[in-house]
């Protein structure tokens, strides 16, 4: 089983520069990798303009491409994001 982490979906920045809460702010749980991969994909400004939703994420067609290939790899294997 995969480490989960909690990802915002409205980036802690972001959110706060709105004067919300961190802790009213929506979350996703998701593998190490894939929060990794959207880190390095995204800017938090354009995760906070246009993907606070996980389903715009998943229809992304880098997002779908990184998890087509991470669905190929070994669980026991420690996957490095560039």
């Not at 480490?3 to 520069?17: A, D, F, I, V």
């Not at 993907?51 to 490095?80: C, E, M, N």
């Amino acid at each position: 089983m995969p480490h989960l982490t909690e990802h915002h979906l409205l980036p802690r920045s972001q959110g706060r520069r709105q004067g919300m809460r961190v802790a009213d702010l929506p979350t996703t749980l998701l593998c190490r990798p894939c929060h990794s991969f959207l880190h390095r994909t995204f800017s938090n400004a354009e995760l906070a303009r246009d993907y606070q939703d996980i389903g715009v994420l998943r229809a992304h067609p880098d997002v779908q491409r990184f998890v087509r290939w991470l669905r190929t790899q070994p669980a026991s294997k420690s996957v490095r994001v560039r």
